[in-house]
């Protein structure tokens, strides 16, 4: 059973002679459970897609269905709330809030939605990703591929739908990359989660399940990791 | 859908409150500031309100809600323990001393304990309240008339008739110990001379014993508020199982409301006069604490924009994120608002004299209000001001769309271009960063502006004041002496001018020509016909209908009459008619006092009297005024029904006079009080022949020939009016120039302050904008240096910004205060006839000079802090 499934999806800035065309009538399905990379190079249109499947921002058209909903049809603060409650994020500069510590971070999700906390699972989580010692710290105390791992955990701790991840390792350096990496892919089997992660490093990609590479805003290649 | 989530929208508010600091402290400032301006603009006026308030009630000679009187010792007990009740004062009269030498003010012999003490102004200066049987207190006015000085252990005689009986046995002499006194307060009605409780408790058995009632005694009450007294004093009455209607029931006790609460309307009634100028000042302060709280929210939310797109990714909802950075204004609003509720308090407590100096109040009757309206209204606004100054920037950061938010540097968002051919120039580059932001420049130039505009303003309206323009109008002698109660009218008749005094006055100052204005005790009349008697009782509400009124569908309608010496009515400018023909004795002529407006025009109802026609006064020596219910005397006039009281003027003469002229007099020279009959001056003979031995100098006036002799007058007279405490008053040039110089020096210290305070926060907005504007440049600035600016041009560069912003606001401001300071003049020579309008730069000339300072001083320290980190480290940190 397809969980995320994109359909047509366009957008297009400007107009005119001006006009860029970031995506340009993508298909795409992702199984529940399935670790999924799409690369390509940069001002390929990865990165709007990844907006597009997270609800960060509108497509001029085609749709975008996350666990049998189509997200678009939702209203602002709808598509905010389904986000936190759907969609787990990941980015390439960490975006921890820097006024609150690791486990703040990882529970504010949960908390803006008044949700009561399964401290277990949290624990679990933090455990998993070696960073129950950290618990207390705040993000500027923490190295980056610490704070990356922060990401994932607040991304996991929701138990959403599906994770996006926005090149999570562009900011480390090669070792510490792929050791969260591998923390994140262990994790998601962990907890049977779905990913989505972008990325323009071919290296990187090869852990995912499938990889889907995309040029000019259309789809070129589907193929399966190792 | 409802879910629990303020707790965390409350915990990320506080930590990035945390987390800026110097955003903190300026909005801080900010809202003491504007919660100073608004805690000191209702500390006054209700001080004003309650001063005023005050005086009436020492007109009154207390300021308790109300009275129970004529009480039992049971029915005093049971009024005690009524819970309603907050707080009462108990009072025993003795008797009352109305034979020499208290003929003219009554002293009143009664004991009184310390809260009724204190209701009734006693405050000592010297001793303690009578204790022992023998022991007295008095004020020094009275120690005065009784020959006595004020010393403790003085024997003092004293004589009066006990209650109300005026028999000659009532009469009782007893010898009393002066142990304590107080200083005399011309405006209560009469001389309080308290007594111990035992002298009344055994006078009592004494006055049991001679079979007359016993001493009144009545019980004083205070209440929660002062709302709606007359339903408080019956539901006690009906709670305590007594009647005030039944005059013959055992258990009937009357009760009295203080009328003073219900002269000022019952208390915290302000007119719309009162209300607008108060309100307009409130929206300028709303207006002001906006400007910058807005910006800093505004500047802050900008900076952290990528914060709150972060927080919407995660997902924060938009109502989530407003609600962080009304909490976050909220949680500084919880120190700044009790700083600013206390000082300003403060600040209003000390200025209120100022301001009461320059209005009829006399400064005695100053009350600092305490009522906590002051600080909830004051709180409220200010909040109301957080709230509205928060809410664009709370949508900004609710609105952030979390893709741009992530990408997101400070721009306009003009996707123009211009095209330069001359490079890159240190001024040139400033102006274009100006032009990045324009609303934010816009609302510094703004709120840098309004300070000095309203400081223009300020300085027109008080350089305006023509201090000689208002002389020639209100003085039209050089001097003025009369009782104190003519310069303060207050309801009551005058004390009639001790002519002795005039004569010691007139023995040792150099007069030029001089003469008496006179005014009538007993009831000056003026007969109207039925038109204009229906159309007064309109106004007056009058109903007390009288037995012998003039009859045959004409009124008496009682009136204002003031005789005049030949001098004063070569006083007079405005007049129709023949005013000469007053001094001639024998012809009876009436001068009918009215206003005339610009156009010559009097302003008199169709029913006056046309000048050559007759007029009939009448004079009556005094009234009877008789319950129809009762067929007594009533008790309190105030507390009754007119339509159940009966009159009868007594000693009733009638004169016919021709109405030779209609005429404005001076108020400096006039009666200063008014009927809504027909008020008239007439020659002080003939004014003599009509009302004989009722008639009584009111004033002296005169004119000096020189300056020095004016000079030494002023001395003379000074000392005089001090010498006989307080009894005797005066005004001269030289006083009403005073009086005008602190009612100008009132508006230029209300003036002053509001310009430091909205100066304050104007410079506080500059130095927030600059400051933030830098830091948050930070990258680019060290990108710019980076690539071979040097740090002098940097500075350079900020400097100009800086110098742009303050010399903008200036040419802004200066533009402003051109256009408006005509209206303002227009406005201000409608209002105050004695303004003459002007106008000047001045203010501009003082200011800019300190504003170009900051413009060059502020950039400089904050480019000094940044620039400690090296360049590298400065690209390296993301914002």
């Not at chain 2, 003092?156 to 110990?177: H, K």
């Not at chain 2, 906006?290 to 900008?302: D, E, G, H, R, T």
């Amino acid at each position: 059973m397809s969980i995320l499934q994109a359909k047509n999806l366009r957008k297009i800035y400007g107009q005119g002679e001006n006009q860029v065309k970031a995506l340009d009538g993508v298909n795409l399905e992702v199984e529940k459970g399935e670790f999924v990379a799409i690369v390509g190079t940069s001002g390929s249109g990865k990165s709007t897609l990844l907006h597009m499947l997270g609800g960060l921002d509108r497509p001029t058209s085609g749709e975008v269905i996350v666990d049998g909903k189509n997200t678009f049809a939702l209203k602002d603060d709808e598509l905010t709330i389904f986000r936190r409650r759907k969609i787990g994020f990941v980015f390439q500069a960490y975006n921890l809030v820097p006024v609150l510590n690791v486990y703040e971070n990882i529970v504010l999700p949960m908390e803006l939605d008044g949700e009561k906390i399964d401290t277990a699972y949290v624990d679990e989580i933090l455990d998993t990703l070696m960073l129950s010692s950290k618990k207390e710290a705040l993000p500027n105390q923490l190295s980056g591929g610490q704070q990356q791992r922060v990401a994932i955990a607040r991304a996991l701790a929701t138990r959403p739908a599906i994770i996006l991840a926005d090149e999570p390792t562009g900011n480390l350096d090669s070792k510490t990359g792929q050791d969260v990496l591998s923390l994140l892919k262990v994790s998601a089997e962990k907890f049977t989660q779905t990913i989505v992660m972008i990325t323009h490093n071919d290296e990187i990609a090869q852990l995912a399940d499938r990889i889907v590479r995309i040029e000019d805003g259309k789809i070129v290649s589907e193929r399966e990791g190792r | 859908m409802k879910v629990n989530n303020k707790k965390c929208v409350r915990k990320i508010a506080r930590r990035c409150l945390f987390a800026n600091k110097r955003r903190n402290i300026i909005t801080t400032f900010a809202i003491i500031l504007t919660a100073i301006l608004f805690t000191t603009l209702f500390t006054i006026t209700l001080s004003i309100h309650a001063s005023y308030e005050t005086s009436i009630f020492r007109e009154l000679g207390g300021k308790n809600h109300g009275t129970f009187k004529d009480l039992t010792d049971k029915q005093l007990e049971i009024l005690e323990a009524n819970p309603h009740i907050q707080s009462y004062g108990v009072r025993t009269v003795a008797g009352v001393w109305d034979a020499e030498p208290f003929t003219k003010r009554s002293a009143e012999v009664s004991y009184m304990d310390d809260t009724c003490a204190e209701w009734s102004f006693i405050k000592l200066s010297e001793g303690h309240m009578p204790t022992a049987y023998n022991e007295v207190i008095m004020d020094r006015e009275a120690l005065r008339l009784l020959g006595k000085e004020p010393v403790l252990g003085e024997e003092i005689e004293l004589s009066y008739q006990i209650g109300g009986y005026l028999e000659e046995e009532a009469q009782v002499t007893d010898t009393f110990v002066l142990c304590g006194y107080w200083d005399y307060d011309p405006m209560i009605p009469a001389h309080f001379i308290n007594v111990s409780k035992e002298y009344v408790e055994q006078l009592n058995e004494h006055v049991e014993e001679m079979g007359y009632d016993p001493l009144r005694t009545d019980l004083n009450v205070m209440f929660s508020s002062s709302w709606n007294l007359v339903s408080k004093m019956t539901r006690v009455e009906a709670e305590c199982g007594f009647t005030d209607t039944d005059a013959s029931a055992e258990n009937y006790v009357r009760f009295g409301v203080n009328p003073g609460f219900t002269f000022s309307g019952g208390s915290g009634d302000l007119s719309l006069d009162t209300l607008l100028p108060i309100l307009a000042f409130s929206l300028l302060v709303v207006f002001t604490g906006y400007l910058i709280i807005y910006n800093v929210f505004q500047i802050s939310v900008a900076t952290d924009i990528r914060f709150y797109g972060l927080l919407k990714t995660i997902g924060t909802t938009q109502k989530q994120l407003s609600r962080i950075i009304r909490n976050q204004a909220l949680l500084l609003c919880i120190v700044g608002i009790p700083v600013g509720l206390l000082l300003g308090y403060g600040l209003g407590a000390l200025l209120t004299p100022a301001v009461l100096k320059t209005s009829t109040i006399s400064l005695n009757s100053l009350t600092i209000s305490t009522s906590p309206v002051i600080f909830i209204a004051a709180g409220l606004f200010e909040l109301l001001t957080v709230l509205l100054s928060v809410s664009k920037p709370g949508r900004m950061a609710g609105k952030v769309s979390p893709v741009e938010a992530l990408r997101y540097t400070e721009s306009a968002g003009t996707g123009k271009k211009k095209k330069t051919t001359r490079g890159a120039k240190v001024t040139k580059m400033a102006f274009a960063n100006m032009e990045r932001s324009k609303k934010k420049t816009v609302l510094v130039f703004v709120s840098l502006a309004l300070s000095l505009v309203i400081l223009n303003v300020v300085y027109l309206f008080v350089g305006g004041f023509d201090s000689e323009k208002w002389l020639d109008a209100s003085v039209s002698t050089d001097f003025v002496v009369g009782n104190v109660r003519y310069f303060k009218y207050d309801g009551a008749a005058y004390d009639p001018l001790p002519l002795d005094v005039v004569e010691e006055i007139r023995g040792q100052v150099k007069e030029q020509d001089g003469g008496f204005a006179y005014d009538v005790q007993g009831i000056p009349l003026v007969k109207v016909n039925g038109a204009k008697f229906a159309e007064s009782l309109e106004y007056s509400g009058e109903e007390v209908q009288f037995t012998n009124d003039a009859g045959q569908g004409m009124h008496y309608m009682g009136c204002v009459a003031e005789g005049m010496d030949p001098f004063l009515l070569s006083k007079m400018e405005d007049a129709q008619g023949d005013l000469s023909l007053l001094n001639d004795p024998s012809g009876k002529y009436v001068a009918i006092l009215t206003n005339i407006d610009e156009f010559g025009n009097p302003m008199l109802d169709e029913n006056a009297p046309k000048i050559g026609e007759k007029i009939t006064l009448a004079f009556a020596e005094s009234v009877e005024i008789i319950d129809k219910t009762t067929g007594q005397v009533p008790e309190d006039m105030v507390y009754s029904a007119p339509e159940n009281m009966e009159g009868r003027y007594i000693g009733l003469t009638e004169t016919e006079c021709t109405v030779c002229a209609y005429v404005d007099v001076p108020f400096s020279i006039g009666p200063r009080r008014g009927t809504f009959a027909y008020d008239v001056v007439l020659g002080a003979d003939t004014l003599k022949e009509i009302v004989g031995e009722n008639m009584v100098p009111m004033f002296y006036a005169f004119d000096t020939a020189s300056e020095a002799d004016e000079t030494a007058a002023e001395e003379t007279i000074h000392r005089l009016c001090e010498e006989s405490a307080g009894q005797l008053e005066y005004e001269s040039k030289a006083v009403m120039r005073k009086d005008f110089e602190n009612f100008k020096q009132m508006f230029s210290l209300l003036g002053g302050i509001l310009c430091i305070i909205i100066g304050f926060v104007g410079i506080l907005n500059f130095m927030n904008t600059v400051m933030a504007g830098i830091i948050s440049r930070k990258n680019e600035l060290a990108v710019l240096q980076a690539i071979g600016m040097t740090g002098k041009q940097v500075k350079q560069m900020l400097m100009t910004e800086g110098l742009i912003y303050t010399l903008g606001s200036g040419i802004l401001a200066l533009t402003l205060s051109v256009v408006f300071a005509p209206l303002v003049n227009l406005f201000c020579e409608e209002t105050f006839w004695f303004y003459s309008g002007h106008f000047s730069v001045m203010p501009f000339a003082y200011v800019m000079p300190v504003f170009a300072i900051l413009g060059i001083l502020v950039p400089i320290l904050a480019y000094g802090k940044l620039s400690r980190a090296s360049i590298v480290d400065r690209i390296r940190e993301i914002g």
